[in-house]
T-cell receptor
Framework: AQSVAQPEDQVNVAEGNPLTVKCTYSVSGNPYLFWYVQYPNRGLQFLLK??????LVKGSYGFEAEFNKSQTSFHLKKPSALVSDSALYFCAVRDTSGGSYIPTFGRGTSLIVHP | ETGVTQTPRHLVMGMTNKKSLKCEQHLGHNAMYWYKQSAKKPLELMFVYSLEERVENNSVPSRFSPECPNSSHLFLHLHTLQPEDSALYLCASSQEPAGTSANEQFFGPGTRLTVL
């Protein structure tokens, strides 16, 4: 079974400050982990993914995420937030042992960047 | 057109109407998905089609009926809906080889459905 949790419904950060959006997961085997972003009235857009290898993954728009196997976490980070980063962020997981390609999504975290 | 397109973008219908949502992907993918996104609720997977065969249905009410005539097109037929069915309906596609893959999904912009 696979599951993912995003413990924060909303994250507030000032423009120029670093941001972190949290994600933890549970799988039987090894995880494939994904981050997506959704702007208002739009579909989800892929940001980055972790498959294997380097624990720090770099993605679009200056975002990166750190895979931590011991803490079963995959937090999304950005060194300096922009107002335009304000959006809804989703973490997703696929369990490599399950044989299914269908991911499980978190509930989403609303990121608000204040000018 | 590129990526995943959905029509219409907005739809208002009465509870007795019959309508259909359309999704088209121009990516050559072999799997397509319907999701429902309601306010303050998690993203809900409704249907999955892989190689034109439905492989999963998460107990969605029968008033929603999917159709996948080929690998590029996906429809969601709607009839006798309820006000609680008002939501953003998202279509997605991905390329899935046999077994578990690390391929990401590509989403369309969604259809905003309002049921009166």
């Amino acid at each position: 079974a696979q599951s993912v949790a995003q413990p924060e419904d909303q994250v507030n950060v000032a423009e120029g400050n670093p941001l972190t959006v949290k994600c933890t997961y549970s799988v039987s085997g090894n995880p494939y982990l994904f981050w997506y972003v959704q702007y208002p009235n739009r579909g989800l857009q892929f940001l980055l993914k972790y498959i294997t290898g380097d624990n720090l993954v770099k993605g679009s728009y200056g975002f990166e995420a750190e895979f931590n196997k011991s803490q079963t976490s995959f937090h999304l980070k950005k060194p300096s937030a922009l107002v335009s980063d304000s959006a809804l962020y989703f973490c997703a997981v696929r369990d490599t042992s399950g044989g299914s390609y269908i991911p499980t999504f978190g509930r989403g975290t609303s990121l608000i960047v204040h000018p | 057109e590129t990526g995943v397109t959905q029509t219409p973008r907005h739809l208002v219908m009465g509870m007795t109407n019959k309508k259909s949502l359309k999704c088209e992907q121009h990516l050559g993918h072999n799997a397509m998905y319907w999701y429902k996104q309601s306010a303050k609720k998690p993203l809900e997977l409704m249907f999955v089609y892989s190689l034109e065969e439905r492989v999963e249905n998460n107990s969605v009410p029968s008033r929603f009926s999917p159709e996948c005539p080929n690998s590029s097109h996906l429809f969601l037929h709607l009839h006798t809906l309820q006000p609680e069915d008002s939501a953003l309906y998202l279509c997605a596609s991905s390329q899935e080889p046999a077994g578990t893959s690390a391929n990401e999904q590509f989403f369309g912009p969604g259809t905003r459905l309002t049921v009166l």
